[in-house]
Structures are given as C-alpha cells and as structure tokens.
C-alpha cells in the first residue's frame, strides 16, 4: 500500500513519527515540514544515508536547531526497526553490566558517557525507541532494571539539555514594560504625529541565584547518581548558582560542575570525598552551611533547593531552627523528595515534619517526569 508521496505505508508512518518525536523534542515541525520531510524521503529513500541530511536540511532553520535534530535523529533512528543504513557499521554494542556493575557511587563515571549501551539481563528485556523514552520517563529510577540503565542516562541528558534550552529561551524573551514615550513619539511621526502603535520598555527577567544541597546518604543512593546530573545541568543553565553535596557534611562542588563536559566533572567528582551511602545529618549540614556559607543568600532573587527524603538521625529541632534561618535570607525554599512519588507516603518522620512548615514547595523527584516538571517554578 502506497501513501501520499508514493511511499509505502510504513516508510510513511516512520517519516511522520520522527517528526513528531522531533517536535515534542523542541524543534518546530509543523505540516509543511512533515510533507516537506515526506518529500525528502521519497526522494531519497527511507534507507538512504543521505535521508540524515535531507532531514535537517527541511526541519532546521539555526544552530540550536542543528544540534537539537542531531540528538533526536540519533536518539530515535538508533532505535528504530527501520534505520538508514551506512557504510560506517557500530561496534556491537557492550553489556551494560560491564559499565554498570550496581547502583553506588563508584559508578559515576559511567554516567554521561554518551555510550550507546543496551542488553538484556536476567530476561528483562531493553525498551526501545519511543517506547524507552515514555517508559523510562515515567520510571522511578530504583524500579529501572539495569538492562536499561544506559538508556535512561542517555534519555535524560538529552532532555536536562532541552530543559536547559527553554529556560534560557523564556530568558531572552522577556515581558513588556512601562511605555517608552521616547520611541512612541519616534515612531509616531511617519503617521503625522498620531501614536498608532506604542512601544514598551522590554523587561527581561533577571535569573534566580540558585543554591541546590543534594542528600548523597545511604537512602538516597538510588536516586542520588541521577540527580547528580540533574543538578549539573541547572547549574550551566544558571550564572548564579551553588551546589552542594551532604550526608554527616556538607560539601561544596560548584567548582567541580564548572567543567564543560559531565563526564569530567563526574570523574572530578568521583574523586572528592563526599561521604557517599554514609548517614544523615540534614539539620547539623544546614548549621554548616549558615554558619560557613551564609553569604551566598539574598532574600531578593534565591531559590534554596533541597534534594532529600528527609530521614535525618540528627536532632530535628536543630532542623528546623536551621532551616528557619535559611528562610528568612531567601525567596523561596524548594524540598524535592524522590518518596513523595510513592502513593503510600506520608512525612510522618520527625525531619520531615520539622521541615514542612518553612517548606515553599514540596514536590516529587523519583523520575525524569518529576524533575522535568521543576521547570515552571524556575
């Protein structure tokens, strides 16, 4: 059976799923792109190497929008039953066991390697395609079998970065102003004096200062290897940021995340002591961290971040007390906690509890969904 462009009715349906892949990915493809995309196929072939080209040549009108299909191209024809075809083959791809042994942090090296990894394990069997993206979205990242650990690191770089790429567009964007009677009149004499259209002062947002704390004890391990890059990405979006790690201690590493690539500041990382998988002491890390790096909030424009499940072996008073001063130094206090995805939780535990009144926002953080979903308070 043919389609529209004399093209089988498969080789149509792949076309114009990329395409819609590459628009929930950012780029904009509407209609005349799909048909312009259909065209290209059919000139070219479904299996032509040179559909990669064709492609971007239709769907890509900047730079941005270069590297972007370059990653949606990769991410869903490596996939794909139906892949171009090249006369470079891939290497067979690596077990994942061999990067990924366990979940702990001596695997932070393997995080970021852009590696194309996948294998079945145990007879679990990899999610592919666009249905690896949708599962692996949704995931609590505990439950992700390690047959599919590659992909889910790869899934979420890709889209931090997009992340990352939005913000600082609505950044550049900006909101309109007071009117600018200057240019009005300006631009009212060409219409003998009559103000046929006012012109606004552009406001351009100014960026939050971020101060992020990541949880990196023993029950957070399972999350706190992707959160890691989470906040690697946040702090290249944002000029104005802080990271810190703790468990029994606090640990500064925003000059660590200031490395272009995330694989060297995950190996730079590696390599810091930290107190990884240690205990918790979230209430004497905050007392640290005013009584050493207070300096770094200002009431007026901070986001203070929390990533943790709030279990702390420490004197909750002391938590509270802590985080109390901290409230009062910034603008809002953001508590992410990977439990809050569990239907059954409650924060009943007494950290918990001691934190919730001077809490902002307390939101999920178990699966790629839920950190893509901080997006609209930054």
């Given at each position: 059976?043919?389609g529209?462009?004399?093209?089988?009715?498969d080789?149509?349906?792949?076309?114009?799923?990329?395409?819609r892949?590459?628009?929930?990915?950012?780029?904009?493809v509407?209609?005349?792109?799909?048909?312009?995309?259909?065209?290209?196929?059919?000139?070219l072939?479904?299996?032509?190497?040179?559909?990669?080209?064709?492609?971007?040549?239709?769907?890509?009108?900047?730079?941005?929008?270069?590297?972007?299909?370059?990653?949606?191209?990769?991410?869903?024809?490596?996939?794909?039953?139906?892949?171009?075809?090249?006369?470079?083959?891939?290497?067979?791809?690596?077990?994942?066991?061999?990067?990924?042994?366990e979940?702990?942090?001596?695997?932070?090296?393997?995080?970021?390697?852009?590696?194309?990894?996948?294998?079945?394990?145990?007879?679990?069997?990899?999610?592919?395609?666009?249905?690896?993206?949708?599962?692996?979205?949704k995931?609590?990242?505990?439950a992700?079998p390690?047959?599919?650990?590659?992909?889910?690191?790869?899934?979420?770089?890709?889209?931090?970065?997009?992340?990352?790429?939005?913000?600082?567009r609505?950044?550049?964007?900006?909101?309109?102003?007071?009117?600018?009677?200057?240019?009005t009149i300006?631009?009212?004499?060409?219409?003998?004096?009559?103000?046929?259209?006012?012109?606004?002062?552009?406001?351009?947002?100014?960026p939050?200062?971020?101060?992020?704390?990541?949880?990196i004890?023993?029950?957070?391990?399972?999350?706190?290897?992707?959160?890691?890059?989470?906040?690697?990405?946040?702090?290249?979006?944002?000029?104005?940021?802080?990271?810190?790690?703790?468990s029994?201690?606090?640990?500064?590493?925003?000059?660590?995340?200031?490395?272009?690539?995330?694989?060297?500041?995950?190996?730079?990382?590696?390599?810091?002591?930290?107190?990884?998988?240690?205990?918790?002491?979230?209430?004497g890390?905050?007392?640290?961290?005013?009584?050493?790096?207070?300096?770094k909030?200002?009431?007026?424009?901070?986001?203070?971040v929390?990533?943790?499940d709030?279990?702390?072996?420490?004197?909750?008073g002391?938590l509270?007390?802590?985080?109390?001063?901290?409230?009062?130094?910034?603008?809002?206090?953001i508590?992410l906690?990977?439990l809050?995805?569990?239907?059954?939780?409650?924060?009943?535990?007494?950290?918990?509890?001691?934190?919730?009144?001077h809490?902002?926002?307390?939101?999920?953080?178990?699966?790629?969904?839920?950190?893509?979903?901080?997006?609209?308070?930054l």
């Amino acid at each position: 059976m043919l389609g529209p462009t004399g093209q089988s009715s498969d080789a149509v349906r792949v076309i114009v799923e990329f395409c819609r892949f590459a628009r929930e990915k950012g780029l904009s493809v509407g209609v005349q792109e799909t048909l312009g995309a259909l065209d290209a196929a059919a000139a070219l072939g479904v299996r032509s190497e040179e559909l990669k080209f064709g492609l971007r040549s239709i769907l890509c009108g900047s730079k941005d929008d270069w590297d972007l299909f370059e990653e949606c191209f990769q991410m869903f024809w490596r996939e794909s039953a139906v892949e171009p075809q090249s006369s470079h083959r891939r290497p067979p791809r690596k077990e994942i066991s061999s990067r990924v042994s366990e979940r702990n942090p001596a695997s932070l090296m393997s995080m970021g390697a852009g590696e194309d990894v996948s294998s079945e394990e145990d007879g679990a069997q990899t999610v592919t395609g666009a249905s690896a993206h949708e599962r692996l979205t949704k995931a609590d990242f505990p439950a992700v079998p390690l047959s599919d650990l590659a992909t889910l690191e790869q899934i979420s770089i890709r889209l931090f970065k997009q992340m990352s790429r939005r913000l600082a567009r609505k950044r550049r964007t900006g909101s309109r102003g007071q009117v600018d009677l200057r240019k009005t009149i300006r631009r009212s004499i060409s219409h003998g004096g009559e103000p046929m259209n006012l012109r606004y002062r552009e406001r351009k947002p100014r960026p939050h200062r971020l101060v992020t704390l990541l949880d990196i004890s023993g029950s957070m391990s399972p999350y706190s290897l992707f959160l890691v890059k989470f906040l690697y990405t946040l702090q290249k979006h944002f000029r104005r940021v802080d990271t810190f790690l703790f468990s029994t201690g606090l640990v500064e590493i925003t000059s660590l995340f200031r490395a272009q690539r995330l694989q060297d500041a995950l190996q730079a990382l590696s390599q810091r002591p930290a107190g990884w998988s240690g205990g918790t002491s979230i209430g004497g890390s905050l007392r640290e961290f005013n009584q050493i790096h207070r300096r770094k909030l200002r009431s007026s424009d901070t986001l203070f971040v929390i990533l943790s499940d709030g279990w702390d072996t420490g004197d909750a008073g002391v938590l509270a007390a802590e985080l109390g001063a901290v409230k009062r130094r910034v603008r809002r206090i953001i508590w992410l906690n990977p439990l809050l995805g569990l239907k059954e939780y409650q924060p009943i535990t007494s950290g918990m509890s001691a934190a919730l009144p001077h809490i902002d926002l307390f939101a999920p953080c178990h699966n790629l969904e839920s950190l893509l979903a901080l997006e609209k308070h930054l």
